[in-house]
């Protein structure tokens, strides 16, 4: 079993900034891809975005010239530096992992941290 727990979220102005950070734990053997998701209210969960073990990014439209992905795999960590936020970025963010653990692989998924930008 591998388990993720996010943190960072929280409440910010307009124009503000965040870093949500996701650290995994478990018998884990490697990480594969490690991604950010996102989750307003009445709308399905999106894509946010994404790196690969090999460093490849993947930017939703709207995260791209604002949102930053990074890992630190020595920490089986992800983050998600958020800069100039919108109110319409407001959404629960849950972070996601593709982990080789000791027997089987897992898509795992954090709990969520919320994320409120006011105008």
């Known amino acids: 079993q591998v388990q993720l727990v996010e943190s960072g979220g929280g409440l910010v102005q307009a124009g503000g900034s965040l870093r949500l950070s996701c650290a995994a734990s478990?018998?884990?053997?490697?990480?594969?891809?490690m991604g950010w998701y996102r989750q307003a209210p009445g709308k399905q969960r999106e894509l946010v975005a994404l790196?690969?073990?090999?460093?490849?990014?993947n930017y939703a439209e709207s995260a791209k010239g604002r949102f930053t992905i990074s890992r630190d795999n020595a920490k089986n960590t992800v983050y998600l530096q958020m800069n100039s936020l919108k109110p319409e970025d407001t959404a629960v963010y849950f972070c996601?992992?593709?982990?080789?653990?000791?027997?089987?692989?897992?898509?795992?998924w954090g709990q969520g941290t919320q994320v409120t930008v006011s105008s």
């Open positions: 790196q690969t073990a090999g460093g490849n990014t």
């Open positions: 478990g018998r884990i053997l490697s990480i594969d891809r």
């Open positions: 996601n992992m593709y982990v080789r653990g000791s027997a089987a692989w897992w898509n795992s």
